[in-house]
């Protein structure tokens, strides 16, 4: 299983890149950011110092969209870094929640996020694709190489991933919940004569390491409560499209019954005013909590479903600490275990 961490480009942007670096020292795989241009600083300038600080990690958004940039420019940001660093970039990418919504526009349609996938993903493989009836090239890249990953909740989003994306990204680390939604996105994939293996599958959630106590389990919870809010922004998109009477996880449309107005002033924060009808259960179903011990039993079990990929969204008050847990102790119990001598 690889692991990522999640950051939000928060000033000072050094902080980010600081935050980057560590997640590299404790054998973190994938630097990822929220990619919100008004409520955060601009992420994919500051991919680039982290590129430059790096080594190895692999960086990208979590997620960008088709409505706030142009696909090309997209494309072009991440083939030039490619073409800088050596290929280490990932593309994440929805239907746009906080960044097209603080504008007041809409998350775009499924068909776009097709297409903006196709464009994306030619042109940043250094390939010819059809864009408003002229075809387009980057005369200037020749080794670019880089995964568009779809991420997705309602049933026709999890179709769009199995059918176009190179990954699905799912933003909840509920077991039962994942082992549905992998299954949708492997099932379209083999429909469309894809390869289910060929796709990386990645949960992304907030993970906070503490100890046993129920001080600790209520400090924990407080800090990550944040995130039932922002998944149930998605959740009630598909609750207006479907209704309840749906194949959907019921966990999902039964937990936002209480929600009412959401302020993306506070979106991703720990201590959003605005999720106190994400109740405890949802918190410890939806994120890693807990001892190390905890982590790791909750990781094998998404691990034994096909999780490629473990993200942590780290926007609590103890960063440093769970980055060092993880590094220390846990991110190596989920490695496939090697000896030096048979």
Known sequence: MDFGVV??????????VALAKQAEEHGFDYVWTFDSHLLWQEPYVIYSAILAETHRV????????????????TASVFATLNEMYGNRTVVG?????????VLNGKPTTLKEVREATHVIRELANCRSVEVNGTTLQFPWARTSAVEVWVAAYGPLALKTAGEVGD??????ADVDIATWMIAQVRDAAEKAGRDPDSLTFCVAAPAYVGDDSPESLAHMREQCRWF????GNHVADIVEKYGTDTEFPQVLTDYIKGRQDYDYNEHGRAGNTHTGFV???IVDRFCLLGTPEQHIAKL????AIGVDQFAIYLQHDNKEETLRQYGETIIGALHDHVTAKA
């Open 7 to 16: 950051l939000q480009t928060n000033p000072p942007a050094w902080r980010t």
């Open 93 to 101: 990418i929805g239907r746009g929640d906080s960044a097209v919504r």
């Open 228 to 231: 039932g809010g922002m998944v």
């Open 279 to 281: 109740p405890d259960e």
């Open 300 to 303: 094998a079990e998404l691990k």
């Open 167 to 172: 990954g699905f990204i799912l933003q909840l």
């Open 58 to 73: 692999i960086v990208g958004p979590m997620v960008t969209n088709p409505a706030t940039r142009d696909w090309t420019v």
